[in-house]
Nanobody, 117 residues
Framework: QVQLVESGGGVVQPGGSLRLSCAASGFTFSAYRMSWVRQAPGKGKDWVSSITAGGGVTRYADSVKGRFTISRDNAKNRLYLEMNSLKTEDTAVYYC??????????WGQGTQVTVSS
């Protein structure tokens, strides 16, 4: 069965950095476009970033463009999100999702990112 397991979240001060990781299993990871989405307290899931199956094309929400970088390692079945210059408004649960932008069919349990001074 499809499994997506996120890790790497934590508490960081504004301006800090974190690197999220997602371990994928149960499907041919290298054949699928992948995304990161996030859910802030009391809100719905928001798309953050997407990457094509081969990793050659990436897209970002305007709110994170220039600060976040999505990448993948198909040999390791891993998806990553490098987050720099973090802001308090980036506080959310971050989910790895199989699919592109808001068109995804599976997601993991999420990892909490808290940006606070």
């Amino acid at each position: 069965q499809v499994q997506l397991v996120e890790s790497g979240g934590g508490v960081v001060q504004p301006g800090g950095s974190l690197r999220l990781s997602c371990a994928a299993s149960g499907f041919t990871f290298s054949a699928y476009r992948m995304s990161w989405v996030r859910q802030a307290p009391g809100k719905g899931k928001d798309w953050v970033s997407s990457i094509t199956a081969g990793g050659g094309v990436t897209r970002y929400a305007d709110s994170v463009k220039g600060r976040f970088t999505i990448s993948r390692d198909n040999a390791k079945n891993r998806l990553y999100l490098e987050m720099n210059s973090l802001k308090t408004e980036d506080t959310a649960v971050y989910y790895c999702a199989r699919g592109w932008a808001t068109d995804y069919d599976y997601w993991g349990q999420g990892t909490q990112v808290t940006v606070s001074s």
